[in-house]
């Protein structure tokens, strides 16, 4: 019974994430797949206890942000869009979890939120107070705002250095102080545009 469900679980995650083949071969339930298996997110779901309703539904969040950055998933949650990062949460928890480095039941470290201030780093979040689905980045750069409704941003670059907001017809919607800086409630849904580095 214990073989049998262990089967059915690979089964369901390698067909929710697109990898393997229709047909599971009968392994040890203590077995574990190595890094370089043909189903590498499959294996973090599946490490991490998530339930097939969590798995489905954090493919469904990753897939949709995919399509609004351009992105390429690198792990269960984590998307890299040209020096950002975006990691996703699962729908109806407060943070992500960190799935890439082997961790997939607790949060992901959040550069905004933990170490020094001044991390020269900009976050946005999905959610409002610095929770949902984050996203983050270093080095200057002009990116697509992929976040609706309310939401919250923490600029925590270095001193001096404001960010730019940018409506849809690219006109300047706002601008923040310099750092520490931060806004627990912000409304999203007419910025197109975030350029961290105000020039």
């Avoid at 189903?39 to 399509?67: C, G, I, M, W």
Wanted: charged residues 15%; hydrophobic residues 35%.
């Amino acid at each position: 019974m214990r073989t049998r469900l262990f089967m059915v679980t690979v089964a369901a995650a390698s067909a929710l994430f697109g990898f393997g083949t229709t047909t599971v071969a009968a392994a040890p339930a203590n077995d574990v797949a190595s890094s370089g298996s043909a189903a590498p997110f499959a294996d973090q779901a599946r490490d991490a206890h998530l339930t097939a309703a969590q798995t489905s539904a954090l493919k469904s969040e990753v897939n949709r942000y995919l399509k609004k950055t351009g992105g390429k998933q690198v792990a269960l949650n984590k998307i890299e869009v040209d020096g950002a990062t975006l990691l996703v949460a699962i729908p109806g928890e407060d943070r992500p979890r960190d799935f890439a480095a082997g961790e997939g039941t607790r949060a992901a470290a959040d550069p905004c939120l933990t170490g020094a201030v001044y991390s020269g780093y900009f976050c946005v979040y999905s959610q409002e107070v610095y929770q949902g689905s984050y996203y983050y980045w270093y080095a200057c750069a002009k990116r697509s705002m992929p976040w609706a409704g309310y939401g919250s941003w923490i600029n925590d670059q270095t001193p001096g250095t404001r960010a730019t907001f940018y409506n849809s017809s690219g006109g300047v919607a706002y601008t923040t102080p310099a750092p520490y800086s931060s806004d627990d409630s912000y409304y999203w849904t007419p910025i197109w545009h975030v350029r961290n580095c105000w020039t």
